[in-house]
């Protein structure tokens, strides 16, 4: 028999429901009731209906779940060195990765799979309920069905990113790289992945190859997302446009021809401002993209290269102080656009028929993620239903 639980007494309730309005769909003095795994009712606390079990959260703040759809989560090691260099005037280049593949090639399965599992339930502290995780720096055959293999033990979207860099015994071969991720690389990973990224970038792939990446993983039945114009301009946004990908992150460096892609593709462009602070470099122009109609995510890009920040209330708040978001852009950029981003509609928000997943807030409301940066402001994250100790 299916259980219900009541919460009550929650002083502001982000449903991201749009039948109670927008931005947030926010409920006051509100109740959201819980059947088994999915919402099943919110509204005042006045009209609850009755429940299995009632618990009384005293005027806290909840929002649902953060969905981070951009994280490297399956590798070994550290770059703690690089990145203390690169506060002191050495910049982030894309090679860096090469560190951690050795790492990570040299690592067992067991230490690689309680690294992810650290990881994700660090993530899970700071709110996070849903979150995608990438291959990508195995970069072998065997390295890369590994890291997915072990990625599909936290999450079901996981996703093969050969293409990240060229590695090292490939580096006077590019084209047969490319070959190796498409060919032999990829029936290894196809059944272990849901969509399949690649880097394009200057000390990457170019377009031509992540052009020739994207369609291979199509006709493997994977679904396409792309890193593009990180660390400059480039053609990887319009392909991203063209190919009509579900998502494109970074978006860092856009020309205007880029942002009207965006508009017209309906791509959602996902903004990483935790990679920016990590290497103390511009921000993207997030203004520029809400005011042409473009979907917006916020996802953390976890890695330990570019940004080894877990943390979704970090990136809310940098979005809005650093790149100009309000807060209830940022929250649903966290919520609704990183579930947009993997293309759920089960996520990201409270509406009835959604998974139970939801932050309760050491706070009466949500604009204390970004108003209190830093602080451990998640007091509980319910999964599916269920709390999670
Ligand atoms: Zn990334």
Not at 58 to 68: I, L, R, T
Not at 101 to 114: E, F, G, M
Not at 131 to 146: H, P, W
Not at 147 to 157: C, F, G, K, P, S
């Amino acid at each position: 028999m299916t259980t219900s639980v009541l919460l009550t007494g929650i002083g502001e309730l982000a449903t991201l429901d749009p039948r109670h309005g927008e931005p947030l769909g926010m409920l006051f003095d509100a109740a959201l009731l819980i059947e088994g795994t999915r919402v099943a009712w919110t509204g005042p606390r006045t009209q609850a209906p009755a429940a299995d079990a009632a618990y009384d959260l005293g005027g806290s703040a909840v929002v649902p779940g953060f969905v981070d759809s951009h994280a490297h989560l399956v590798f070994a090691g550290d770059r703690a060195e690089e990145f203390a260099a690169r506060m002191t005037g050495t910049p982030y280049s894309a090679g860096g990765i090469r560190t951690t593949v050795a790492a990570t090639r040299a690592a067992s399965d067991d230490q690689l799979a309680a690294n992810l599992v650290r990881l994700v339930a660090e993530m899970q502290r700071q709110g996070t309920t849903t979150v995608e995780v990438k291959s990508g720096y195995g970069l072998t055959v065997r390295d890369e069905a590994r890291a997915l293999r072990i990625a599909q033990q936290v999450t079901d979207e996981t996703t093969f990113l050969g293409a990240h860099v060229v590695p090292p015994e490939y580096a006077d071969d590019p084209a047969g790289y490319v070959e190796l991720v498409t060919g032999p690389m990829l029936e290894a990973c196809a059944p272990h992945a849901k969509w399949i990224d690649a880097f394009c970038e200057r000390g990457a792939f170019d377009a031509d190859q992540a052009r020739t990446v994207l369609a291979a993983g199509a006709a493997a039945g994977l679904r396409g997302r792309l890193h593009a114009n990180q660390l400059g301009p480039g053609p990887g946004v319009q392909l991203a446009c063209e190919l009509g990908l579900t998502a494109v992150d970074h978006c860092t460096y856009l020309s205007d021809a880029d942002v009207d892609a965006l508009a017209s593709s309906g791509t959602v462009a996902t903004l990483l401002p935790g990679v920016e602070f990590s290497t103390r470099s511009p921000y993207p122009d997030a203004r520029r993209l809400l005011a042409a109609g473009v979907s917006v995510a916020l996802a953390t890009d976890c890695n330990p290269g570019s940004c080894y920040t877990s943390s979704m209330p970090l990136c809310i708040a940098l979005a809005v102080r650093e790149m100009g978001m309000s807060p209830a852009e940022a929250l649903a950029a966290a919520t609704r656009g990183g579930a947009a981003a993997l293309g759920r509609d089960d996520v990201g928000h409270l509406a009835p028929g959604a998974r139970a997943d939801l932050i309760v807030l050491d706070a009466p409301s949500y604009l204390h993620l970004a108003y209190r940066p830093g602080v451990p402001l998640v007091r509980q994250v319910w999964r599916g239903g269920r709390e999670l100790g």
